[in-house]
């Protein structure tokens, strides 16, 4: 299994200013992934956070406005950049943590709760 | 990745046994199953995850009919602790991205 600190758990914040959100994680990881999950709705991949390597982001997310760093293999951070109200979101930190060989299950942080006003 | 739909939401009674059906028809053969739970203001939580047949653990079991086209998420006897959103995946099982569908929402009541 895989314990994951996420901070801050919930901010407010005001438009167009940045918060950078910290993920920690108990064991060495190879890849991390970020989430955003919008009031009321799923989760939707952002990128996904490799060591050593440039991160890559999915469909409808950028680099400019989603920074994200990866220093080592258990830490990683993710940058709201230039805030919008549409920010307002959950974010999430997610790992692997293999159990069986044919078993692999993903643990998420608790999230951090971004409110833009 | 293929792409699953569950129904919006599911309401129940305490001690009663809660079956959720996702459906999920272009499963490719090396696709599994994987079922989470996700309670308000945490992150999901993995429940089960299957290929064929059926798999029980000690939270759920999962029915996989022998075309794989759908499963069939068992909760027996449910509590008011298990109300939350229940989340079926697809994917490769190889440590790589998810992709949440909708959800069903499961309201237990008492």
């Known amino acids: 299994s895989a314990v994951i600190s996420q901070k801050p758990s919930r901010d407010i914040c005001q438009r167009g200013t940045s918060l950078t959100i910290q993920c920690q994680v108990d064991s060495q990881v190879t890849m991390m992934f970020w989430y955003r999950q919008q009031p009321g709705q799923s989760l939707t991949l952002i990128a996904t956070a490799n060591q050593g390597s440039e991160a890559t982001y999915e469909s409808g997310f950028v680099i400019d406005k989603f920074p994200i760093s990866r220093p080592n293999l258990t830490f990683s951070t993710l940058t709201v950049s230039n805030m919008s109200p549409e920010d307002s979101s959950i974010y999430l930190c997610s790992v692997y943590g293999g159990r069986e060989t044919y078993d692999t299950e993903a643990f998420f942080g608790q999230g951090t709760r971004l409110t833009v006003v | ?110």
């Not at chain 2, 699953?4 to 305490?14: A, C, F, N, R, V």
């Not at chain 2, 499963?27 to 089960?48: K, L, M, V």
Request: charged share 15%; aromatic share 10%; proline share 5%.
């Open chain 2, 1 to 110: 990745l293929a792409k699953t739909t569950q129904p919006i939401s599911m309401d129940s009674y305490e001690g009663q046994e809660v079956n959720i059906t996702c459906s999920h028809n272009n499963i490719a053969t090396n696709d599994y199953i994987t079922w989470y739970q996700q309670f308000p203001s945490q992150g999901p939580r993995f429940i089960i995850q299957g290929y064929k047949t059926k798999v029980t653990n000690e939270v759920a079991s999962l029915f996989i009919p022998a075309d794989r086209k759908s499963s069939t998420l068992s909760l027996p006897r449910v509590s008011l602790s298990d109300t939350a959103v229940y989340y079926c995946l697809v994917d490769k099982n190889q440590g790589g991205k998810l992709i949440f569908g909708q959800g069903t929402e499961l309201s237990v009541k008492p």
